[in-house]
């Protein structure tokens, strides 16, 4: 079955405890990225990849960072969680292109991590 | 001013009625427009795209107007199991590396017995 896994799906920390969400897809997509989406807000774009090894800052990248060291896995890690990082956050990923404009391919999203920090 | 905006709702309806929901979106460079659903505490999931011709997908019909960077998502004959908030998404064209997607912050629906 096509999917985008996460996790954990819950998750309760203390500020400043470092963390890491997995996500990992098995459609071969080059394109990953994370979201995370609060009330009113919307989904905003935190980080994104074109591919492996290469990630680039989405619209929110402020106290995360990701790595892509295999196609498949697109982690994401606080280093030192903060109050303000509690959130939804949703894992995603899509077929890419080889550059330029190109028509859009439909995304995957995985399930969703829901994390408090205290 | 947001890049894709929407009316949060909620929308409450009876079974049976019809219900359209709006979206605008501020960058006419935008080639690519779509509807996700999104139920309550899951994730989003794709309901339909929107082409410039406008297109209908059982009760669904979707529209578009380029000229005032308009999308509408038309519901009939709503049923219970439509309940969830409706995204409209966007795509942003970088210059070079293609497009992400922009995503509203959605339009609750419920659809009451």
């Known amino acids: 079955e096509a999917q985008v896994t996460q996790n954990p799906r819950y998750l309760i920390t203390v500020t400043g405890k470092k963390l890491t969400v997995t996500c990992s897809q098995n459609?071969?997509?080059?394109?990953m990225s994370w979201y995370r989406q609060d009330p009113g807000l919307g989904l905003r774009q935190i980080y994104y990849?074109?591919?492996?090894?290469?990630?680039d800052k989405g619209d929110v990248p402020e106290g995360y960072k990701v790595s892509r060291k295999e196609k498949r896995n697109f982690p994401l890690i606080l280093e030192s969680p903060s109050p303000n990082q509690t959130s939804l956050y949703f894992c995603a990923s899509r077929n890419s292109f080889a550059g330029g404009r190109s028509s859009y391919n439909e995304q995957f999203f995985g399930p969703g991590t829901r994390l408090t920090v205290l | 001013r947001k890049e894709v905006e929407q009316d949060p709702g909620p929308f409450n309806v009876p079974e049976g009625a019809t219900v359209a929901f709006n979206c605008t979106y501020s960058n006419s460079a935008s080639q690519s427009f779509f509807w996700y659903r999104q139920d309550c505490r899951k994730e989003p999931k794709l309901l339909m795209s929107v082409y410039s011709s406008g297109n209908e997908d059982g009760r669904f019909t979707a529209q578009l107007n380029r000229a005032s960077q308009y999308i509408s998502l038309l519901i009939r004959d709503s049923k219970l199991s439509d309940s969830a908030t409706y995204l409209c998404v966007v795509n942003s064209p970088f210059q070079e590396y293609g497009n992400k997607l922009v995503f509203g912050a959605g339009t609750i629906l419920r659809v009451k017995s």
């Open positions: 990849s074109m591919n492996v090894e290469v990630t």
């Open positions: 459609m071969n997509h080059e394109y």
